[in-house]
Nanobody, 123 residues
Framework: QVQLVESGGGLVQAGDSLRLACAAS????????MGWFRQAPGKEREFVAA????????YYADFVKGRFTISRDNAKNTVYLQMNSLKPEDTAVYYC????????????????WGQGTQVTVSS
């Protein structure tokens, strides 16, 4: 049974940093793409970043380039999202997701989801 468990969210001020973690279990993720999405109240879930587990290739939404970094730790089966220079508009529930094979920035293409972790950035 695949499980994705996010952690690391919280309340911070604008300009601060947070690191989210997604602990993955239940299968081998070597052929998978791991993604981070976010959803703010009243808005659709949107793509933030993704990484191909085996190759380490990364993908980012334009609005986080230069501020967020996605990475993975094979030994810990964990994917991270380092978020720097946070802005109030980054406030959302952040979700970890996994899909097989190819990268997609569309949330409906992902097979597995975590429960989400709240990130709140105050101005």
């Amino acid at each position: 049974q695949v499980q994705l468990v996010e952690s690391g969210g919280g309340l911070v001020q604008a300009g601060d940093s947070l690191r989210l973690a997604c602990a993955a279990s239940g299968r081998t993720f070597s052929g998978y793409v791991m993604g981070w999405f976010r959803q703010a109240p009243g808005k659709e879930r949107e793509f933030v970043a993704a990484i191909r587990w085996s190759a380490g290739t990364t993908y980012y939404a334009d609005f986080v380039k230069g501020r967020f970094t996605i990475s993975r730790d094979n030994a810990k089966n964990t994917v991270y999202l380092q978020m720097n220079s946070l802005k109030p508009e980054d406030t959302a529930v952040y979700y970890c997701a996994a899909k097989a094979a190819y990268f997609s920035g569309v949330y409906s293409g992902y097979d597995y989801w975590g429960q989400g972790t709240q990130v709140t950035v105050s101005s």
